[in-house]
């Protein structure tokens, strides 16, 4: 069975009002995360993020998802899995909001999710990181996404075709730090995620607008724009790279002196495109 792709808006109206939120809110291990067909919906609606209990099996899990809409509406959940296994027939208990629900067929083990992160058109900002990116065990079909909901991308805006490829938060949504000194705005330390149509920028002193640590990442369709000034060879306006593709990206360096503008890994060759 393909993985699941769990949809999640951010944003002031959103499910998480901040990509770090987003990021804390995702499974420990999202090739273990599963959907299976539920009813019986009772008490009250999941809270996003809270522990599961299976009553029958004994397993315990993370809530991600549901079309559930409240008492006696819903098809599936879906969740992670911290123990055990989920079987048909399992009462579902939320561990902060007492909802119910029942396993009403079982589900492949590990089925895997992709968590997709889905940004509103506004400005993101944070005198540190404005997302970290870490700590989920992922693989080449279960990993993490950023991008943007539909029509809120720089690439999206009416006068794109003119408009200066340069960060602007007017043209779409965008990440920036306003801190005064060395800071990344996005720190990817995971294999395989992907980040896509954002704008990314660092303002202050040697400012980094993203770091890739891990390797077979996927960037593509950003603009990035930093100060970095310094000279390790691995650091940048855009930096580390290890083993991953970045392509049909710009990038920005605003530094009064710059020793270079992009920084490579020392293990694996990254790969740029375009």
Known sequence: MAAVTVVKTIGSTGTFSTPQLWEDGAPANLTTAEQSAAGTFAVASFTQ??????????????????????????????????????AASDVVTGGSSGATCILSSGTADFVGVVWQGRCQNQEFSS?????????????????????????????????????PLRYNASNGCGFRTTGAETQTVLLNNESYNRVSKLQIVGTGLSAQAMINES??????YCLFE?????????LGVLGGNDGGVTRNCVVIQRGDVANHIVGTGSVFSPEFYN
């Open 127 to 163: 005198a540190t990181t404005v997302l970290t990116i870490g700590g989920s065990t992922m693989s080449s079909t279960t990993y993490k996404e950023i991008t943007t909901v539909p029509g809120a991308s720089f690439r999206d805006h009416a006068n794109v075709q003119t408009n």
């Open 215 to 220: 390797p077979n990442h996927l960037v593509e």
């Open 49 to 86: 993020g809270e522990s599961l209990t299976f009553v029958g099996s004994g397993a315990t899990g993370k809530f991600l998802h549901t079309d559930s809409t409240g008492v006696g509406t819903g098809t599936y959940v879906t969740y992670g899995i911290t123990t055990g296994n989920p």
């Open 226 to 234: 930093g100060t970095y000034d310094g000279t390790d060879a691995t």
